[in-house]
């Protein structure tokens, strides 16, 4: 055995499942293991998704000034209601994280409790940005009154819209669980939920940032 | 109930289209019928339409790409034709329906002729060549050909139901948005191309976890085929640019539907922003379905030499150099925007240096090929051909980089000419190419060679008959998507190009006698030991065609040319070593997820186009329903048992044996 691979500790399983050639890093190792194939998988989808949400990004920055005689970002924000949505998804996100532990321990009724606190926080979240679009809506300032609520409703919607297909995801995952238990299959499907669950806090914490405390500064 | 769709969407009052529909409709039936009264439907329902085996997907990738590929070749004689006789007269097509024509020409081509042979190609091979069994996600695999297969259906329905975009094959707002494009045609485009380009990112995904997480053992990153360089770094172009499309496309959707305010011209709208986006994925596209093609021709040239490639870290290094630059150069689309000096220097710069990558590669195919025995195979004209024609059609390309130059260039026919100069000789001879150097490893027999040189010969030479005059046209000042034209100088050129695509259309008869003829005679031509050409990577170390689970014992790869090395040690032991140990193999089980997926795509694209929002719902629970379906499912895998293993590999390695290393067919 190589001197590299005499490294390898039990306590980095991803380089013991792909071998002591991939630890040099010329990757004859051989095929990988499922799980380290799915996850790898999904990481690239994730990279796809971040490019499209970057593109709505760059959108809205183009946008952002193009008020067309409508609002401004200051005068329709209101910083403490996305406080509570922030909180929200933050929160379910710890929950998904106690879910990773319920799968690693195997327990059936932490994980059903900690997936439907995380599916609960999920629609709090969802709930009220809708408020916050209907309100807006209300007052005739929907995302066909200017070019920049056009992108404001498309970039913070089409997070929206993941977190919606996030929680029918999460819906089967918990069904699978229950009727399936602990397989390796669904522990996979699980490891890119719980990645895609992170991912939409992450994009959120951007959404918080970009949109949401710049516009009110601006 | 129908939404939009009432009886006026079919153009009874339009005898072309009405009658190529309903051609077109006769013969899918005709052949429904005929599988049907052969009893074929069970053996296609369980080998190829559910089929999750990268070969077989590969192959309907590859048949879809060449369907499609006529389909686009019959819109370019209609235009070439239209060009020839509309000199001060309306020719024989309206205009509304030219710029259907024109616009569904290019779509086609790009999207679902180019794209679907790339990706066939790189599907049947890629596995075998990194000696693995199957790709990383073998049912996404088959979701991603029947999401293309739908968007290609889509366009063509266009043909009868409803009309096709007329604002040419990127539809560039404002003239895109509804209040200058009512009708459905754009929509069409945009759920056709919506849909196949998701299909297209999950098979990029799919390939970059391939060949980065599976490759047989031994077989390092520097000991990858070249093809496999070049699919990888198209695939991570895909990743990076298609969700740009993905993007882009829904927010013109977005305005159509919902009336929101990205590219309109009222409400702060901004139509350059859409120009920036679509190119912004345009670009790389370009480099997406080339990269692979110089793979090709990277294996055929080094093959049909009898040589390693020459400089293959450099090849490498050039590829990924590509790779990256061909992100920093979409402005050159659209230097007349008015971005200013400085932004269009950087740009057409920018563009200008991709050429030294391309310059990399010219060389080392160029040196591959000095000193070595070369043999002139149908594949290894096409490459020529290409080498020759690529390079040309480069330097018009840098000529065009120089934004002066653009600026009396931007649109016209120069420009037209320019990229099929590319697209042609880059793409389509190197799918041709690849077609013909892998067709016995495929299905088992060569094909015959006399009309494959004679369709070789026939498209090089209608190739240039056809676009060299549309440079000169271009220079004359004839601007692109012309219905109708009144300069006299154009005339001869014009007529020139439309004789060029009879030479075109004599190429593509032959390319389909070829087809034809070595179907008759396929036990002459047949492959038995899986080796036809003398081949030095790990696809000619299996059977022709291989068998589900392409290698009974996985290789292992000790040099960058691994069966090279294999023969040459096999050479020196005086004929291959001993039995190796079989063992039963897990193979993926076949899945109907990828076609029912298709069908409700389709559902939820018409519904979409039409508005029958109902119908639109229907889709969508039934695609959720087929999710839940396969991830339902208990046992993803069937077994092979050894002994079934052991009795499909003896009977290649007999037939191997019997055959002296290194002595092909030509």
């Known amino acids: ?218 | 109930m129908l939404g939009k769709l009432t009886w006026d969407a079919i153009p009874f009052d339009q005898p072309i289209p009405l009658i190529s529909g309903a051609v077109v409709i006769l013969a899918a039936l005709g052949v429904l019928v005929w599988v049907i009264a052969k009893g074929w439907l069970p053996y296609l329902w369980k080998e190829w339409i559910t089929s999750v085996d990268h070969k077989h997907i590969g192959i309907m990738y590859v048949l879809l790409g060449l369907l499609m590929l006529v389909r686009g070749f019959i819109d370019a004689i209609m235009m070439r034709a239209q060009q020839a006789l509309a000199f001060h007269a309306q020719g024989y097509l309206p205009p509304e329906h030219y710029d259907q024509v024109f616009s569904a020409h290019g779509t086609i081509m790009v999207l679902f002729a180019a794209m679907p042979l790339v990706i066939g190609i790189m599907n049947f091979v890629v596995p075998l060549q990194l000696g693995v069994r199957d790709v990383a996600f073998p049912t996404l695999n088959s979701v991603s050909f029947w999401l293309t297969a739908t968007g290609a259906l889509l366009v063509n329905m266009s043909l009868i139901v409803g009309e096709f975009a007329r604002t040419g094959w990127l539809p560039y707002p404002p003239l895109s948005e509804l209040r200058y494009s009512p009708g459905v045609g754009v929509d069409y485009y945009l759920w056709a191309v919506q849909i196949s380009g998701v299909g297209t990112l999950l098979t990029g995904i799919n390939f970059v976890t391939t060949i980065l997480e599976m490759r047989a053992p031994g077989m390092t990153y520097f000991r990858m085929p070249m093809f496999c360089w070049t699919a990888l770094a198209s695939c991570l172009l895909i990743l990076a640019a298609f969700p740009v499309l993905t993007a882009t496309l829904a927010m013109l959707t977005l305005d159509r539907y919902l009336g929101f305010h990205f590219f309109t011209n009222e409400a702060g709208g901004n139509a350059m922003m859409f120009m920036n986006l679509i190119w912004a994925w345009g670009h790389p596209e370009v480099y997406i379905l080339v990269l692979p093609a110089f793979g090709i021709y990277s294996e055929v040239i080094s093959t049909f030499s009898g040589k390693p490639l020459f400089g293959y870290r450099s090849m490498v290094a050039a590829t990924l150099f590509i790779c990256i630059v061909s992100f920093c150069v979409w402005l050159h689309h659209f230097f007349t925007m008015g971005a200013g000096g400085d932004v269009n220097a950087v740009f057409g710069i920018a563009t200008s240096i991709i050429a030294v990558g391309t310059g990399v590669k010219m060389y080392n195919w160029l040196f591959t090929m000095y000193g070595g025995r070369i043999r002139f195979t149908t594949p290894m004209l096409w490459s020529l051909g290409f080498m020759t024609t690529f390079i040309t059609g480069g330097m018009t390309g840098v000529l065009l980089a120089v934004p002066p130059a653009d600026f009396l260039l931007h649109n016209s026919m120069f420009l037209v000419a320019h990229f099929h100069h590319v697209i042609v000789g880059g793409v389509v001879f190197a799918v041709l190419a690849g077609i013909t150097y892998w067709w016995p490893k495929a299905f088992g027999y060569r094909l015959e060679e006399f009309w494959g040189k004679a369709a070789f010969w026939f498209a090089l030479a209608g190739f240039y008959v056809t676009f060299v005059p549309l440079y000169v046209v271009g220079i004359l000042g004839m601007t692109r998507r012309l219905q109708h034209y009144d300069v006299a100088e154009w005339r001869p050129w014009l007529m020139i190009s439309a004789a060029g695509i009879l030479v075109l259309i004599a190429g593509a008869i032959c390319q389909m006698v070829q087809l034809s003829v070595s179907f008759l005679r396929r036990n002459e031509l047949r492959d038995t030991t899986g080796d036809p050409w003398d081949g030095r990577s790990l696809e000619w170390a299996t059977a022709s065609p291989p068998p589900v689970f392409n290698f009974a014992v996985l290789p292992q790869v000790q040099d960058a040319e691994a069966f090279w090395d294999v023969k040459r040690r096999a050479r020196e032991m005086h004929g291959s070593g001993s039995e190796p140990h079989y063992e039963a193999l897990e193979m993926p089980r076949n899945s109907s997820t990828g076609f029912v997926c298709a069908f409700f795509a389709t559902i939820i694209g018409f519904a979409l186009v039409w508005h029958i929002w109902w119908l639109m719902i229907v889709g969508l629970v039934g695609a959720y329903a087929t999710f839940v379906v396969f991830a339902w499912r208990d046992v993803p895998e069937y077994v092979i048992p050894a002994e079934e293993v052991a009795r499909l590999d003896r009977a290649n390695r007999i037939a191997r044996q019997e055959a002296p290393y290194g002595a092909s067919a030509i």
Request: glycine letters at 12%; proline letters at 3%; a positive charge.
């Open chain 1, 1 to 218: 055995m190589s001197a590299a691979g005499t490294t390898i500790t039990i306590s980095d399983p991803y380089r013991l499942a792909r071998g002591p050639n991939l630890a040099r890093g010329h990757g004859g190792g051989g095929p990988a293991t499922k799980r380290v194939i799915v996850g790898y998988g999904f990481w690239l989808f994730l990279l796809s998704d971040i490019v499209i949400f970057a593109c709505l990004f760059a959108t809205y920055t183009v946008l952002a000034n193009a008020t067309a005689g409508g609002p401004r970002a200051r005068d329709i924000f209101d910083l403490n209601h996305v406080a509570i949505e922030t909180a929200c998804l933050l929160a379910s996100s710890f929950f998904c994280g106690l879910a990773t532990i319920a799968v690693a321990r195997r327990n059936q009724i932490l994980i059903q409790a900690a997936l439907i606190a995380t599916g609960l926080l999920g629609l709090a979240f969802i709930l009220l940005e809708a408020s916050e679009f209907a309100a807006l809506y209300a007052r005739g300032d929907g995302p066909t009154r200017s070019a920049f609520l056009t992108g404001f409703f498309t970039l913070v919607g089409c997070h929206g819209v993941h977190v919606t297909a996030g929680l029918l995801w999460l819906g089967t995952m918990m069904a699978q669980f229950f009727a399936k238990g602990f397989r390796p299959d669904i522990g996979r499907r699980f490891l890119c939920f719980s990645m895609f669950w992170h991912f939409l806090d992450i994009v959120w914490v951007a959404i918080f940032s970009l949109v949401y405390l710049v516009g009110t500064r601006l």
